[in-house]
């Protein structure tokens, strides 16, 4: 008992009398903490916020979406549950489709149209503050649009007013992506796509029981249908949405949590470094406890001691900068996630977060600590250079330390993230990382200590300084270089891809305008009209014929045996008519050809799904009816399955030329689709207000690409910031690193500089090789995070996504010189206090 009093009291005053060295150990702890505190807890809060208000997020207890309308049947199910008193529901419809200012059309939006029925929805909640004849718009919309309640909106030929702002935080309209609109029922003509009925049950205890009588008489799949595939209605209950919720946010979390684990994993370098000076700076008091009788075991009980209370102290203040950083992470990604919920303590988070603490302190002080088990009594008073005994590890030690320690750690994460794949992936993927790193680390610095100064004393001194911290400098690269490395990535593949978009987007061959879902008449009307205008450089109709095809090869399609899928799509076909030449609408096929002008009448290409799901290739002919005639229509080619062309994302997975669909003659119930491409100095969006203006009746049909642009954009930037956000944590800890390696080798910096001065040298001298110092190690980290980022994204780009890849000279020698001053204004920082002693106070106390 006495001898672990005496370990406290040993640890409590070795702490005290090294408050710097031990400060250093607290923050490389706290600064990965904190991190991983603050994803945590948001994770947490945002699904206890959920959970609290799941009925009123799902709408209902049981939510059923439909994609076909309800049969009789169906609704009389529905109103016999009414009438027994077991449940109430109300149908609510929904679509994405484009509002505009009245005042102002190029102020629009794609927006979430919900029409609900005022005197049923919501089933939870507070009812909707909404007359006949006003609609609800979210604020971030309101904004954007230029609207205040009172405004106009126009939606087609219809004119709304804008009744009030709805939050979109809960119910059927929470988190989206596009803005909402909400209306009642009636307010528009019944071109809603989607619907979905919402259910509030009375007795709780049959919510399962009703659930599956939902299933049973409003079945999700036809008979003889494949799951999955066909699905006209999709029944769960709150329960369901709340783990599916459940599950999303743990998908989330799980991936910013690794994001934060580099700093901590980083910061664990940190302590490494402290550890491994503070026992060599006690090599002489750990000789005399062995003389005395000292065992192992209890020397290294000493160091483990203090580690683990500066660890706690650690964890301590993580948590608390994580509470603190909780308040900024919505702020971060509002644009995905519109929701600031109240701060949830999960005891939960608390406990992991202080067992990874604990655990990367005890896994990265390990090395040094088992290290004094080597330390000889002898050896300590006859060597000068101590550092030599703790150089070379044993074989098993070394074993231990690449094998048993990060599988150890790997365990844990993996557990923590629910996957071993991810957690002993990530653990393996940054210990090479750290070690692909360290290598280069080292030949840069050896390569710079031995650039010849001759003249300049200060750099020759700073050259110096870098070359006998070799090992602990190459730490603090390290960590800066992956912080800014991180960030210089995100930021390089972010402007690639932008940059790939917004080419595209002006490329004169890409149409920056459609005019999707016309009828003939207004197909053709479209094209006359816009045939005429200055502002719009090229226009190209594409006509659609609809049909059934009735065999293949000659054989009645109810004997072949395709899919019911399949059957389906071949029954009810729409098949645009392209322009064969017209570059933008040329897609990679994967066997047989493109069509062409020179080609016979009633040749087809298909996409490659199309292709599997009817069983389809190259050379088979389609028994195509249309207007009661019959055609023949052969498969030419097969295109691969990265959709390429905008035609077949947004009407039909096969295509024929529009020569050919002319011929054969338009449905009147067929939707075609017009492109526009803008003259040179036109805007899209002003192209696109002047024609919705023109054309208010289609008004909603007409859609900027640009606008899709700016939604890409928006999605995009926001995913990446909070990666960025995270990266600052690594550089962080990479200037706590450095500032660790001043203050624990300042008792030989400050020896230095004295003797420096009583030399005869300058302060500026001395100013001069440690700023020469830091800039060195900035330099350094900055290459390594640059090149690293770059030869990334030059691997993303051109092997994946096959696309070049655009070097920023100018965004990288930012990031290299923000290098150099975040490492210079740290170890100016760090070493402040010693510029001002006096050299012979210094080396008297020496």
């Known amino acids: ?79 016999a549950g009414v009438k027994n008193s077991k449940f109430e529901w109300t149908y609510v419809q929904q679509e994405q489709s484009v509002v505009f200012n009245e005042e102002d059309y190029l102020k629009s939006a794609i927006v979430n149209i919900t029409k609900v029925d005022l005197k049923k929805y919501p089933l939870y909640g507070e009812k909707l503050d909404i007359n006949v004849g006003e609609v609800l718009i979210d604020p971030t919309t309101m904004e954007n649009m230029g609207l205040e309640v009172g405004d106009y909106v126009r939606h087609g030929n219809e004119r709304l007013v804008v009744g009030g702002v709805h939050e979109t935080s809960s119910g059927l309209f929470a988190n989206s992506l596009f803005g909402t609109m909400v209306l009642p029922y009636d307010a528009l003509p019944q071109t809603i796509s989607q ?239 750290i070690a692909l790193l360290y290598i280069p680390a080292r030949l840069l610095i050896a390569f710079i200590c031995r650039i010849p100064i001759r ?30 490395g991180a960030i210089l990535l995100i930021t390089l ?21 459609i005019v999707a879902g016309l009828s003939p008449v207004e197909l053709k009307e479209m094209e006359r009209t816009l045939n005429e205008r200055e502002d719009v450089d090229k226009v190209l109709p594409i006509p659609m014929v609809s049909g059934s095809v009735l065999a293949i090869n000659g054989t009645p399609l109810n004997e072949l045996g395709i899919s019911l899928r399949g059957t389906q799509m071949l029954m009810r076909m729409s098949i645009p008519g392209l322009e064969p030449n017209d570059d933008f609408l040329i897609t990679p096929v994967i066997d047989g050809q493109w069509l062409s002008s020179e080609g016979n009448f009633g040749d087809i290409v298909i996409h490659a799904d199309f292709a599997e799901l009817t069983s389809l290739k190259v050379g088979d002919v389609l028994t195509f009816i249309t207007g009661g005639q019959e055609q023949d229509l052969t498969v030419i080619g097969i295109m691969q399955e990265e959709e390429r062309g905008v035609v077949f994302g947004l009407s039909s997975s096969v295509a024929m030329r529009r020569s050919d669909v002319e011929v054969m003659g338009i449905d009147d119930n067929s939707m075609g689709t017009v492109l526009i491409r803008t003259a040179l100095g036109y805007p899209s969006s002003a192209v696109t207000a002047d024609l919705r203006a023109y054309f208010p009746q289609m008004a909603n049909m007409i859609l900027d690409i640009g606008q899709i642009f700016e939604l890409v954009y928006k999605i995009f930037t926001t995913s990446t910031k ?56 900035g330099l350094i980290s900055g290459v390594l995070g640059i090149v690293s980022a770059n030869l990334i994204v030059k691997v993303i780009m051109n092997l994946l996504l096959q696309e070049q890849f655009q070097v920023e000279l100018v965004l990288n020698g930012l990031f290299l010189l923000a290098a150099i001053a975040f490492t210079s204004i740290v170890g100016m920082i760090s070493i402040a206090d010693v510029l001002g002693e006096k050299p012979l106070s210094v080396l008297k106390y020496d």
Request: glycine residues 8%.
């Open 1 to 79: 008992m006495q001898f672990f009093k005496f370990v406290w009291q040993r640890a409590i005053r070795e702490i005290m009398l090294a408050k710097q060295r031990s400060f250093l150990v607290i923050m490389c702890i706290a600064v990965g903490i904190s991190s991983i505190a603050a994803i945590q807890f948001y994770s947490s809060s945002i699904e206890n916020y959920f959970q609290k208000n799941i009925k009123e997020i799902a709408g209902g207890d049981i939510v059923i979406s439909a994609r076909t309308d309800l049969t009789d049947d169906q609704v009389a199910f529905l109103e």
């Open 195 to 433: 619907g979905t009925i919402l259910v509030k049950v009375f007795d709780q205890e049959q919510l399962d029981s009703l659930a599956n009588q939902f299933r049973s008489f409003i079945p999700s799949e036809a008979p003889g249908e494949e799951r999955g595939q066909g699905r006209s209605f999709s029944v769960r209950t709150y329960l369901e949405t709340s783990e599916q919720i459940s599950e999303m946010a743990n998908q989330v979390e799980n991936f910013l949590l690794i994001a934060g684990l580099t700093s901590l994993v980083l910061g664990g370098l940190g302590v490494y470094s402290s550890v491994s000076m503070m026992i060599k700076q006690k090599m002489n008091d750990i000789a005399v406890m062995k003389c005395y009788g000292g065992k192992g075991w209890q020397i290294i009980l000493i160091f483990v001691v203090q580690v683990m209370v500066l660890t706690a102290i650690g964890i301590a203040l993580g948590i608390a900068a994580g509470i603190c950083l909780f308040r900024f992470v919505p702020n971060v990604i509002k644009e995905l996630i519109d929701i600031a919920p109240e701060f949830y303590l999960d005891w939960a988070v608390i406990g992991r977060v202080t067992i990874l603490g604990f655990l990367i302190a005890g896994l990265f002080s390990f090395l040094p600590v088992i290290d004094t088990l080597k330390i000889k009594p002898l050896l300590v008073y006859r060597l000068e250079n101590i550092d030599a005994m703790s150089r070379r590890k044993s074989f098993g030690t070394l074993t231990l330390a690449v094998v048993a320690l990060p599988l150890i750690f790997g365990s844990v994460i993996s557990l923590m993230v629910d996957s071993w794949t991810v957690g002993l992936g990530f653990t393996i993927g940054l210990l090479v990382l």
């Open 455 to 484: 003249r300049s004393v200060a750099l020759r001194l700073g050259l110096g300084n870098i070359r006998h911290q070799a090992n602990r400098t190459a730490s603090a690269v390290i960590s800066i270089g992956i912080g800014l």
């Open 493 to 513: 593949f972010q402007n690639n891809v932008i940059g790939i978009l917004e080419n595209t987007l002006n490329d004169a061959a890409t149409y920056n305008i």
């Open 722 to 777: 909070f990666v960025k956000f995270l990266g600052l944590f690594s550089v962080f800890a990479g200037g706590i690193i450095l500032s660790g390696i001043i203050v624990l080798t300042k008792y030989q910096r400050r020896k230095d500089i004295a003797i420096i001065r009583c030399l005869g040298g300058e302060t500026k001298t001395v100013l001069g090789a440690n700023w020469f110092e830091y800039a060195m190690i």
